[in-house]
């Protein structure tokens, strides 16, 4: 690393909160470990209202403010700049300005340890910066930490779990296309604004005739119309879970985790 980019201020420790479970968990697990600690967290401008509701919750029991980074411009703006290109799995310009940019440039030059909310039992490495002035720290890795113990931290704190996960099983944008269809089911039901307004981001190319959707191969009104379909086959699937043995439901979980989740977006 370069001294002429370094600031000599003091390490900062900086820890991100997404808005889950996990990294509601760590910050309480560190509160009184690492009493300088600045909390943040990414706000795309497109969080779920118990995403809002959650933060101020976990800010009461912090006693400290979780410093909300914004994005350069809203999504509408991003979009524009991507040619009205709607982020995918495979193109994830979202996470990159809405996320990593705006944390990043919080940062600057300052040195700076992150605590990462990756559990002992995840096989994943989670967010890494490319700065060579922003170190990852695992503390719930080095610590053992794993899901049952989540649950403890964060009820014993009488913070408890955020109030999406009674029908969405992550955190992020409310458009986000990591969602299962269940989940955009249930976005219909719970938030029709919102459902309406992931709706007009989809378009169609009357002169290709290729259609930019959430979701692949259909639109959000079709999904929507398919509702009870959806519904029964996440139920049938509930069923199938419960009659597994805990290992397998284990491994199961597991795999939708990794395979499925905005890691990124859980710093
Ligand atoms: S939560 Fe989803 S839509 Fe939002 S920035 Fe992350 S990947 Fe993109």
């Known amino acids: 690393m370069s001294a002429s980019i370094v600031s000599n201020k003091p390490i900062r420790h900086v820890l991100g909160i997404s808005g889950g479970k996990d990294s509601a968990a760590l910050a309480i697990y560190m509160r009184d470990k690492v009493p300088e600690m600045e909390y943040f967290f990414t706000d795309t401008g497109a969080e779920l209202p118990e995403v809002y509701d959650y933060l101020d919750k976990l800010e009461a029991y912090l006693a400290k403010p979780i410093t909300r980074l914004m994005t350069n411009g809203d999504f509408d703006h991003l979009l524009s700049k991507y040619n009205n290109f709607l982020p995918s799995p495979n193109t994830r310009w979202c996470t990159r300005e809405m996320k990593i940019r705006p944390f990043e440039e919080w940062v600057g030059i300052d040195q700076v340890i992150t605590y990462v ?28 930490i794993v899901r049952s113990d989540i649950e403890r931290i964060l009820i014993n704190a009488g913070v408890g779990y955020p109030k999406y996960y009674e029908w969405r099983s992550r955190s992020g944008c409310y458009f986000c296309f990591f969602q299962r269809k269940n989940e955009w089911i249930s976005l219909a039901e719970r938030h029709p604004d919102l459902f309406e307004r992931a709706k007009k981001y989809e378009k169609l190319n009357t002169l290709t005739g290729e259609q930019y959707t959430w979701t692949q191969g259909e639109t959000l009104e079709q999904l929507v119309a398919r509702a009870s379909d959806i519904k029964a086959q ?9 009659r597994m043995p805990w290992q397998e439901l284990l ?17």
């Open 117 to 144: 909310a990756i559990r002992a039992d995840e096989d994943r490495d989670g967010y890494r910066s490319t700065k060579a002035n922003i170190q990852p720290k695992f503390p719930f890795k080095v610590d053992g």
């Open 251 to 267: 491994a199961n979980l597991a795999d939708e985790e990794d395979n499925e989740s905005c890691l990124i977006c859980t710093l």
């Open 234 to 242: 996440a139920n049938s699937r509930k069923i199938v879970t419960r």
